[in-house]
């Protein structure tokens, strides 16, 4: 007898964007772990993305992509559908976060954030429906912060809240095609984002680890590789019945 188990995406095709570090590179690293035959992943510096393709393997095909820009977007979509792929999974993972001062918020500042976090997320699921296969399942990734309103995040938190409302509306626009879609939503973990997009310096994340101990009931910062399992289990077929939710893996700091 063979008991032998096959691999939750084994044979599957899937797509990480922002995949150069941080969540979108531990969720490629996972997918492929689980099997999946080839996963594509974007990110904006080449270099960068060159660096995590060559970390993950043959299996991995990086694509430089601007998620904010609908020209390099279509070409993303030329590039799977000339290959001749199809996505069983997609992980909507590029996204930006800064701080903004309410009373001295310029639109450039609110651009920089809505372009990638909202436009890009939107327009990166509409070009890339003509290679989704009927089954796929889209991961969005969200943010405790959407529900938090945490101060000088005013923009960040909405862009994330409009994520989750994608999630939504887009599980019942899709529902025909038996395409799954669902929101990531990670509390706070330990990425570039905290030194680069908030620009936390060591004195700062020393005070967001000593808030997150006494805040959050798991009383440490999330690993990437944490909320990379949530992803897996969102895409995978384990979740077939889990359709427009969102999974909050925050160690419990949006639920208390």
Known sequence: MNNTTQPALAGKTALVTGASSGIGLATARALLTAGAARVYITGRDAARLAAAAAELGERAVALRTDSSLPGDLDALRGAIAAAGDRLDVLFVNAGVAHYNQLGATSEAEYARIFDTNVKGVFFTVQALLGVLGDGASIVLNASVASSKG???????????????????????????????????????????????????????????????????????????????????????????????????????????
């Open 150 to 256: 945490m101060a000088g995040l005013a923009l960040y938190n909405a862009s994330k809240a409009a994520v989750r409302s994608f999630a939504r509306t887009w599980a019942n626009e899709l529902k025909d095609r038996q395409i799954r879609v669902n929101a990531i939503s990670p509390g706070v973990t330990l990425t570039g984002i905290q030194a680069g997009g908030l620009g936390l310096d060591e004195a700062q994340m020393a005070g967001l680890e000593g808030f997150v101990r006494e805040t959050v009931p798991a009383g440490r910062i999330a690993a990437a590789a944490e909320i990379a399992q949530a992803v897996l289990f969102l895409a995978s077929p384990a979740a077939s019945y889990v359709n427009g939710s969102e999974l909050a893996v925050d160690g419990g700091l949006a639920q208390i």
